[in-house]
C-alpha cells in the first residue's frame, strides 16, 4: 500500500509544480490560410427566343423589305474568368439558307447596367455570314441579369445587297425560310 501512496503523492506533485497546460488557445480561435479557387465558366442566353415576321412589302421593282429592322432581342450572359483572360461572343448564321441578295447587319446595343462587373462591350455592327463573328469582347468575371431589357439588345437590320435583282427573289422560296444565328462564348485567347 505504501507504492500507492507513493504513485500518488508523485501525481499530485506533478500535476501542482507545473504552470497550467492548455489543449487550445485562450479564446478558442485559431487561424488557418484557405484558398478557395472558382473554375472558369460562361453561360449564355437570350432574352426573346424566335422572331417571325414577312420579309417583303409590294411586288417587282416596287418589293421592300418588311419590316427593316428588328430590336427586341436581348442577349444575356454570365462569366467566371481565370488569369487576366476575357472571354468574347461571336455570332454566325447555321446555314447559308438566306438568300444572296440579302444581308444581315447585326448591331449590339451596350450593356444596360442591370448585372454586376466586367461586362463586355459591343463590336462595330457586322454583317452575318455562316463564318462567327465577334460581335461582344473584353467579358470579364459578371453577369448581366437575365431576360428582357438586361443585357445587350440586338439590333438586326435587313438590307438588299447591292447587286440586288427583284425577279431572282420570289414570295413562295421565303415562304417558310427559317434562317438560325448561333452565339457562342469562348475565351479571348
Not at 426573346?48 to 419590316?67: C, H, N, T, Y
Not at 422560296?173 to 452565339?183: A, E, F
Amino acid at each position: 500500500m505504501k507504492l500507492t501512496h507513493q504513485l500518488i503523492y508523485v501525481t499530485l506533485l506533478l500535476i501542482f509544480a507545473y504552470p497550467p497546460l492548455y489543449a487550445q488557445e485562450k479564446d478558442n480561435t485559431a487561424k488557418l490560410p484557405v484558398q478557395m479557387a472558382i473554375p472558369p465558366s460562361a453561360k449564355l442566353s437570350m432574352g426573346s427566343s424566335e422572331l417571325k415576321f414577312s420579309l417583303f412589302k409590294g411586288e417587282g421593282k416596287d418589293r421592300k423589305l418588311a419590316p427593316k429592322t428588328v430590336d427586341s432581342v436581348w442577349i444575356n450572359y454570365s462569366s467566371v474568368i481565370v488569369n487576366n483572360s476575357t472571354n468574347m461572343i461571336c455570332a454566325s448564321l447555321a446555314s447559308a439558307d438566306l438568300p444572296a441578295e440579302i444581308a444581315i447587319k447585326l448591331k449590339v446595343g451596350p450593356d444596360v447596367g442591370a448585372g454586376y462587373g466586367q461586362v463586355g462591350k459591343p463590336t462595330i455592327p457586322i454583317y452575318l455570314s455562316t463564318s462567327p463573328q465577334a460581335i461582344i469582347t473584353d467579358i470579364g468575371s459578371c453577369y448581366t441579369g437575365q431576360g428582357n431589357n438586361k443585357g445587350h439588345l440586338l439590333t438586326f437590320t435587313w438590307e438588299f445587297k447591292s447587286d440586288y435583282d427583284p425577279d431572282i427573289i420570289r414570295n413562295e422560296t421565303l415562304t417558310n425560310l427559317r434562317i438560325r444565328v448561333i452565339y457562342t462564348i469562348n475565351s479571348d485567347e
